[in-house]
């Protein structure tokens, strides 16, 4: 999606009216009486060391602001050293953006910059609209996306984590309340025995929010120890994970190689819980697949460290499946923040497999580019189509030799606990019922099937030996 960024303004612009302190509040609850969604001025500020897709700088915001609900109806950008400090733009640009939020009637401003409390209160005051910058939109989009339980304590703690240092920001306007006398000297504003209404409302608000974040802390924590007992539970599986930028098809993919009815939309960030199922690789291999939260550029902190538990299927995959999306012109920056993310997360070094995905509709100028990046190893789906993806279960599969054994063995029929786990953490290839017990041939992973012989030690016979199937594991 590509913008005009208007250079001259409307003519018909005119100077906006002063709102009261709670008028000011209204346009931050969102717009009153209007039909149909928000409309939206993009902003962004281009710095020296922005990673921001230059030919379309405002693209991604746009699309951002589209899954948040919002429909984007003209932008404007600047080149700067430095955000300003009062407002982030120049003064001419700032006056651009008061014609343009005028012309088309807009009910917010969003900015692909992250702005402190008082350059956000800065265009507001010039704009007379909500203003908002890209992380306080990636936390609205998470806000509401966020189904499960856990998903919303991790999006919460987010929020207030970034709320948390803003709030003296947002209260400023109750200086002219806060305690006798200002400047400096004798009776200065939060002296001693001064402090007013404004002040005592600052730290009561910390307050809550400090418990609160504490609260939400502990509980996540909880969580995080649980998923991580489930995720070592599953130690004797060989477990892959889908890892990409958000919208870059992992949900798809999921969906095509193991029918997950995982939801996928054309938005970024459609789906932020983890879920793992049992895909066959053929001929009575499987292995365990997880999807996982799409990453994005400059994604706040904050997220990244809530949703640690959400990731800990990536932190603890013997393989990552690493979609990048192909027909993106900004797909070699989007596969380096990946890069970016993952290598904080401590994942780098975990073996990966690049998919170049949606290589259905791909530009080939792009591919090629993708493919001179010289990764270890680089495969081309879609995800659509199914191109590719017999040749991605043939690689997988290789990749899992060497970790699973092939045994015989005699169960009697009283064993059922036993029957019950062979069925649960093996593949059965074949099963004959006699008076005695039950006879099976099955695949399972090497390490699990040293646990069950050791648990279960005595209550079946081997018949035979056992095989593995490989050579070794690969770890390229």
Same mark, same amino acid.
């Not at 088309?104 to 203003?131: C, S, T, Y």
């Not at 947002?170 to 000297?185: D, P």
């Not at 009283?414 to 069925?423: I, T, Y």
């Given at each position: 999606?590509?913008?005009?960024?208007?250079?001259?303004?409307?003519?018909?612009?005119?100077?906006?009216?002063?709102?009261?302190?709670?008028?000011?509040?209204?346009?931050?609850?969102?717009?009153?009486?209007?039909?149909?969604?928000?409309?939206?001025?993009?902003?962004?500020?281009?710095?020296?060391?922005?990673?921001?897709?230059?030919?379309?700088?405002?693209?991604?915001?746009?699309?951002?602001?589209?899954?948040?609900?919002?429909?984007?109806?003209?932008?404007?950008?600047?080149?700067?050293?430095?955000?300003?400090?009062?407002?982030?733009?120049?003064?001419?640009?700032?006056?651009?953006?008061?014609?343009?939020?005028?012309?088309?009637?807009?009910?917010?401003?969003?900015?692909?910059?992250?702005? !402190?409390? *008082?350059? @956000?209160?800065?265009?507001?005051?010039?704009? #007379? &609209?909500? $203003?908002?910058? /890209?992380? %306080?939109?990636?936390?609205?989009?998470?806000?509401?996306?966020?189904?499960?339980?856990?998903?919303?304590?991790?999006?919460?703690?987010?929020?207030?984590?970034?709320?948390?240092?803003?709030?003296?920001?947002?209260?400023?306007?109750?200086?002219?309340?806060?305690?006798?006398?200002?400047?400096?000297?004798?009776?200065?504003?939060?002296?001693?025995?001064?402090?007013?209404?404004?002040?005592?409302?600052?730290?009561?608000?910390?307050?809550?929010?400090?418990?609160?974040?504490?609260? !939400?802390? *502990?509980? @996540?924590?909880?969580?995080?120890?649980?998923? #991580? &007992?489930? $995720?070592?539970? /599953?130690? %004797?599986?060989?477990?892959?994970?889908?890892?990409?930028?958000?919208?870059?098809?992992?949900?798809?993919?999921?969906?095509?190689?193991?029918?997950?009815?995982?939801?996928?939309?054309?938005?970024?960030?459609?789906?932020?819980?983890?879920?793992?199922?049992?895909?066959?690789?053929?001929?009575?291999?499987?292995?365990?697949?997880?999807?996982?939260?799409?990453?994005?550029?400059?994604?706040?902190?904050?997220?990244?460290?809530?949703?640690?538990?959400?990731?800990?299927?990536?932190?603890?995959?013997?393989?990552?499946?690493?979609?990048?999306?192909?027909?993106?012109?900004?797909?070699?920056?989007?596969? %380096?923040?990946?890069?970016?993310?993952?290598?904080?997360?401590?994942?780098?070094?975990?073996?990966?497999?690049?998919?170049?995905?949606?290589?259905?509709?791909?530009?080939?100028?792009?591919?090629?580019?993708?493919?001179?990046?010289?990764?270890?190893?680089?495969?081309?789906?879609?995800?659509?189509?199914?191109?590719?993806?017999?040749?991605?279960?043939?690689?997988?599969?290789?990749?899992?030799?060497?970790?699973?054994?092939?045994?015989?063995?005699?169960?009697?029929?009283?064993?059922?606990?036993?029957?019950?786990?062979?069925?649960?953490?093996?593949?059965?290839?074949?099963?004959?019922?006699?008076?005695?017990?039950?006879?099976?041939?099955?695949?399972?992973?090497?390490?699990?099937?040293?646990?069950?012989?050791?648990?279960?030690?005595?209550?079946?016979?081997?018949?035979?030996?056992?095989?593995?199937?490989?050579?070794?594991?690969?770890?390229?």
């Amino acid at each position: 999606m590509r913008h005009t960024i208007r250079s001259e303004p409307p003519g018909d612009a005119h100077q906006p009216k002063q709102l009261s302190q709670a008028e000011r509040d209204q346009f931050r609850a969102g717009p009153v009486g209007r039909d149909g969604p928000e409309k939206a001025i993009l902003v962004s500020v281009l710095l020296p060391h922005t990673k921001a897709d230059l030919r379309d700088p405002l693209g991604e915001l746009a699309d951002l602001a589209e899954s948040a609900g919002v429909r984007v109806v003209d932008a404007l950008v600047q080149k700067r050293m430095n955000l300003a400090p009062a407002c982030g733009l120049g003064k001419g640009k700032l006056q651009e953006l008061v014609q343009l939020v005028l012309a088309h009637d807009a009910d917010v401003v969003i900015f692909d910059n992250d702005l !402190l409390p *008082r350059q @956000i209160r800065g265009v507001e005051e010039a704009v #007379q &609209r909500k $203003v908002i910058d /890209r992380s %306080e939109l990636i936390l609205d989009i998470f806000a509401a996306r966020a189904k499960t339980h856990e998903a919303q304590l991790q999006v919460e703690l987010a929020q207030l984590e970034y709320t948390s240092p803003r709030l003296r920001g947002m209260w400023t306007h109750l200086e002219r309340i806060a305690g006798a006398g200002g400047g400096t000297g004798v009776g200065a504003v939060g002296g001693v025995g001064t402090r007013g209404p404004g002040e005592r409302q600052i730290e009561i608000d910390r307050r809550i929010v400090r418990d609160r974040i504490s609260h !939400l802390k *502990r509980e @996540i924590e909880d969580i995080d120890r649980r998923k #991580q &007992r489930e $995720v070592r539970a /599953r130690t %004797e599986q060989f477990t892959v994970s889908l890892v990409g930028y958000t919208n870059s098809g992992k949900s798809t993919l999921m969906n095509k190689l193991t029918g997950a009815g995982r939801y996928a939309a054309d938005l970024l960030f459609a789906t932020l819980d983890t879920k793992t199922v049992r895909w066959n690789l053929g001929d009575g291999h499987h292995v365990l697949l997880s999807d996982t939260v799409g990453f994005v550029r400059d994604i706040p902190h904050h997220l990244v460290a809530s949703f640690r538990a959400t990731l800990e299927e990536a932190l603890h995959a013997n393989l990552l499946l690493h979609i990048v999306d192909s027909s993106s012109p900004a797909a070699g920056q989007q596969m %380096e923040t990946v890069d970016e993310v993952l290598a904080s997360l401590g994942c780098d070094q975990i073996p990966q497999i690049t998919l170049l995905n949606k290589i259905d509709i791909a530009n080939h100028a792009t591919v090629a580019e993708l493919l001179a990046r010289r990764r270890s190893q680089v495969m081309t789906i879609s995800a659509v189509t199914g191109q590719g993806l017999d040749e991605l279960a043939a690689e997988v599969l290789r990749r899992t030799q060497g970790q699973t054994v092939e045994v015989r063995l005699h169960v009697p029929h009283q064993e059922g606990k036993l029957l019950a786990e062979l069925d649960r953490a093996s593949e059965v290839l074949e099963r004959d019922y006699s008076e005695d017990g039950v006879h099976l041939r099955v695949r399972l992973n090497r390490s699990m099937w040293e646990q069950i012989r050791g648990r279960y030690a005595g209550s079946f016979r081997l018949v035979g030996g056992e095989s593995g199937d490989g050579v070794g594991e690969d770890r390229t």
